[in-house]
């Protein structure tokens, strides 16, 4: 069976400092990626989605970054953390584009 | 552009049905998906409509009317265990991205 890796759980970073996230995906092969943000009490926000290694659209302009540098492996990162990036950030696969959406447990960031 | 709207928030009593609804217009249509959110995890897969009609999955339903862009989800039975998120989401016609609405807030009361 397909699972999705998804860590750290929770994180405080303060203001400027570096991000990285990291998803892995186990049990399937060329799996559709992608990266959510929720800030508190809001709906899901599309970042990134990826469907093969190296090829990443963005959803969003903001000072976020997406790799995919293997076939289950998608990072999500950012050089310079602002106030405004703290949310609860989800990873999610799919197999094919008529099939639900399988999110990983989330990471909650708190930049302070 | 897409846009997905659905409540905010309901109330409902234990062992009571609940219908939350989504409307929604996209750039084009490729399935309605609902997502149930208990508070700090992750979404979870509830059920999937791509053509008009009623799915059931045990206590709780789904119905599609494409040409009103217009779900609704129905929990039937409720329990305190079903107090949650419930998220509408679309895909549209680039088909390797859902659009999700803003979610609906219920609160199940004994």
């Known amino acids: 069976s397909q699972t999705i890796h998804q860590w750290p759980a929770t994180l405080v970073q303060p203001v400027g400092s570096p991000l990285s996230l990291e998803c892995t995906v186990e049990?399937?092969?060329?799996?559709?990626l992608y990266w959510y943000r929720q800030a508190a009490g809001r709906g899901l926000q599309l970042l990134f989605y990826s469907v093969g290694i190296g090829q990443i659209s963005s959803e969003v302009p903001q000072n976020l970054s997406a790799s995919r540098p293997q076939d289950r492996q998608f990072i999500l990162s950012s050089k310079k953390l602002l106030l405004s990036d703290s949310g609860f950030y989800l990873c999610a696969w799919t197999r094919v584009s008529d099939s639900p959406l399988h999110f990983g447990n989330g990471t909650r960031l708190t930049v302070t | 552009g897409q846009n997905i709207d659905q409540p905010t928030e309901m109330t409902a009593t234990e062992g009571a049905i609940v219908q939350i609804n989504c409307t929604y217009q996209t750039s084009g249509f490729n399935g309605l998906f609902w997502y149930q959110q208990h508070a700090g995890e992750a979404p979870t897969f509830l059920s999937y409509n791509v053509l008009d009609g009623l799915e059931e999955k045990g206590r709780f339903s789904s119905f599609l009317s494409r040409s009103k862009g217009y779900s609704y989800l129905l929990l039937k039975e409720l329990q305190m265990k079903d107090s949650a998120s419930y998220l509408c989401?679309?895909?549209?016609?680039?088909?390797?991205?859902?659009?999700f609405g803003g979610g609906t807030r219920l609160m199940v009361k004994p």
């Open positions: 989401a679309v895909m549209g016609n680039a088909g390797n991205m859902l659009t």
């Open positions: 049990g399937t092969s060329n799996p559709n």
